[in-house]
């Protein structure tokens, strides 16, 4: 297991800028979820982005404090160049940082039928704001139409915390399995408010699609830690 490396506190303006970019967003995040170190090789495949893009905004991330390298060779292997994988850095001074106590006094406040579809339109637009934040639409042409709506629902499910895998059907509908939930140390004690929020991120963002789809089957929890979406 690697350690953990402790820093001082980064400064607010830096972090800001640092995860201002689009692309180190997506680095961060998904080092975050990985939740292990993580090679360029897995970033590059994962993100569907060149190697050589990837390391400058490496960089940038190390120099605000929000990752760290280390080099590591193969077990049992004496040659060779080592490889250089990155994990997220754990920063001191994180008082007054209790955003888990801040969700469940959040979480407490969501009673009774109203507040849940209250929640659900609020999500929804929440997933519009961020499908609408990951690209322009869809060029014209069927089959790229296609490819260019997963990969708007890709990089918005990403940004909700979500590890997407999608499946299109012939008919233009699109099976998506949701892994990796983002609120789920809370599902234990809130689980209908948190598959609220779940399923309205998920129609805001088909919904803003072109054309749009609506979510026909929402099923949460199929499979351990899995939840399953039909989009028609």
């Known amino acids: 297991m690697s350690p953990v490396v402790t820093v001082p506190e980064t400064r607010a303006i830096d972090v800001h800028k640092a995860l201002a970019d689009d692309t180190r967003y997506r680095?961060?995040?998904?080092?975050?979820?990985?939740?292990r170190p993580v090679s360029v090789r897995e970033m590059s495949r994962r993100l569907s982005l060149h190697p050589n893009t990837l390391r400058p905004h490496l960089r940038r991330l190390e120099e605000a404090g929000l990752i760290a390298h280390e080099q590591q060779r193969k077990a049992g292997s004496v040659v060779g160049r080592p490889q250089t994988l990155y994990s997220i850095r754990q920063t001191s001074g994180t008082e007054g940082r209790d955003y888990r106590l801040l969700a469940e006094i959040l979480c407490g406040?969501?009673?009774?039928?109203?507040a849940l579809e209250?929640?659900?339109?609020?999500?929804?637009?929440?997933?519009?704001y961020l499908l609408a934040e990951?690209?322009?639409?869809p060029k014209p042409g069927v089959e790229a139409q296609g490819r260019r709506n997963l990969a708007?629902?890709?990089?918005?499910?990403?940004?909700?915390?979500?590890?997407?895998?999608?499946?299109?059907?012939a008919g233009g509908s699109i099976e998506i399995t949701l892994r990796d939930c983002p609120f789920r140390d809370l599902t234990e004690d809130y689980r209908e408010l948190v598959c609220t929020l779940h399923r309205g991120l998920v129609e805001g963002m088909v919904a803003g699609l072109k054309p749009p789809l609506t979510v026909a089957e929402f099923q949460p929890f199929v499979e351990r830690a899995i939840c399953r979406v039909l989009a028609t």
């Not at 209250?118 to 519009?128: M, N, P, V, Y």
Request: hydrophobic letters at 40%; proline letters at 4%; aromatic letters at 10%.
């Open 27 to 35: 680095l961060y995040r998904y080092v975050g979820l990985a939740g």
């Open 134 to 137: 990951s690209g322009p639409g």
């Open 118 to 128: 209250q929640a659900r339109d609020l999500a929804s637009q929440w997933g519009s």
């Open 109 to 114: 406040m969501v009673r009774g039928k109203r």
């Open 152 to 169: 708007l629902l890709q990089e918005a499910m990403a940004r909700a915390g979500f590890e997407p895998r999608f499946r299109r059907s």
